[in-house]
């Protein structure tokens, strides 16, 4: 499991994996570079939105014998999240992620945790080393299910009536939050979903790279969205009342002054970066601020749909 188990959100130290990956950052870069242009080829898709490139978050194995009383001791696979150009510009972005997770834990157990790290890239075939960059780890699916007490379960063509009411309405509003449209529970993309004991389902959501949070300058939004930037919102969830959504939002203006200080306390994160993060964040609790402005935003803004 990532992070400390009693505190998912505690200050982690950075941790220096050995990583062999030089050819496959290269690519990482490539699809990075080319995201619009795949984004508009899947535009005309049917089902899921846009899917991107499995390279953008890389797994990679642990030899038992390698992890055993380390950090990584009884992991067998991690997703990577990694700069996507050699250009320590990048790194910000992987910060930005990171972060993102952290407001999502700030919220709700039902998140993903995450472990920054400093990943040194070596040439597979020299064994010279390249460079080293911002990385961060995500906790496997599997952990975060036995975390919430059930198992992950890939169920596909899930509709908003499946799921459990309350998780769901927190999962849209912290993905509104983040400015993030790439998921989908229909096709299970980005999302987990666990089921307890009790044969609830709870969507999990993952993977914010391509949000306004993040803001990178690879990301596109899907066409069919009809959104003018990627740090456009759109709450793309069940409708409520407003009742509903002002208990929703609960969480979220309790720990408005934690969400800024975590953002804060990364002191790698430069001024603009900082800044901006900051911004978006504050422009989303001025949206959830009073029960008129939630009225306006995701009452009257919501369209109805069985799932999405």
């Given at each position: 499991?990532?992070g400390n188990?009693?505190?998912?959100?505690a200050q982690?130290?950075?941790?220096?994996p050995?990583?062999?990956?030089?050819?496959?950052a290269?690519?990482?870069?490539i699809?990075?570079?080319a995201?619009?242009?795949l984004?508009?080829q899947?535009a005309a898709?049917?089902?899921?939105p846009?899917k991107?490139n499995?390279?953008?978050k890389l797994?990679?194995?642990w030899p038992e014998?390698d992890?055993t009383?380390?950090?990584?001791?009884?992991q067998?696979t991690?997703k990577?999240?990694?700069h996507?150009q050699n250009?320590?510009?990048y790194?910000?972005?992987v910060l930005?992620?990171?972060?993102t997770y952290r407001?999502?834990?700030l919220?709700?157990?039902?998140?993903?945790?995450?472990?920054l790290?400093?990943?040194t890239?070596?040439d597979?075939?020299s064994k010279?080393?390249?460079?080293?960059?911002n990385?961060?780890?995500?906790?496997?699916e599997?952990?975060v299910?036995?975390r919430l007490?059930?198992r992950?379960?890939?169920?596909q063509r899930?509709e908003?009536k499946?799921?459990?009411?309350d998780?769901?309405t927190n999962?849209?509003?912290?993905?509104y939050?983040?400015?993030n449209?790439?998921y989908?529970?229909w096709?299970?993309?980005?999302v987990v979903?666990?089921t307890?004991k009790?044969r609830?389902?709870?969507?999990?959501?993952?993977d914010f790279?391509?949000?306004?949070?993040?803001?990178?300058p690879?990301?596109a939004?899907?066409?069919?969205?009809?959104l003018r930037?990627?740090?456009?919102?759109?709450?793309?969830?069940p409708?409520?009342?407003v009742?509903e959504?002002?208990?929703a939002a609960e969480?979220?203006r309790?720990?408005?002054?934690d969400?800024f200080?975590v953002?804060?306390?990364m002191k790698?994160?430069n001024g603009?970066?900082r800044s901006e993060?900051?911004?978006y964040?504050?422009?989303?609790?001025?949206?959830?601020?009073k029960p008129?402005?939630i009225?306006?935003?995701f009452?009257?803004?919501?369209k109805p749909?069985?799932?999405?």
């Open positions: 499991m990532c188990p009693e505190d998912p959100i982690e130290k950075p941790m220096i050995r990583l062999r990956l030089v050819a496959v290269v690519l990482v870069a699809a990075c570079a995201m619009p242009a984004l508009a899947k898709a049917p089902a899921a846009p991107k499995p390279l953008l797994a990679e194995p014998d992890v009383g380390t950090l990584f001791d009884g067998t991690l990577l999240g990694t996507c250009d320590k510009e790194e910000q972005y930005r992620e990171y972060l407001l999502h834990n919220v709700t157990p039902r998140s993903f945790r995450v472990r790290a400093r990943g890239y070596v597979a075939q010279k080393p390249l460079n080293t960059r990385a961060l780890f995500i906790e496997h599997n952990d299910a036995r007490g059930g992950d379960v890939g169920l899930v908003f499946d799921l459990d009411r998780a769901l999962m849209m509003l912290v993905e939050m983040l400015g449209t790439d989908s529970i096709a299970l993309h980005n979903l666990v307890d009790k609830t389902l709870i969507p999990v959501p993952y790279d391509l949000s306004g949070m993040v803001h990178p690879y990301a939004t899907d066409p069919k969205l009809h930037s990627i740090t456009d919102r759109l709450y793309r969830g409708c409520r009342t009742e959504f002002d208990a969480p979220f309790a720990h408005k002054a969400m200080a953002i804060d306390s790698e994160l603009t970066h993060m900051k911004d964040l504050e422009s989303f609790f001025r949206t959830i601020d008129e402005s009225k306006k935003t009452v009257n803004g919501c749909q069985p799932t999405m």
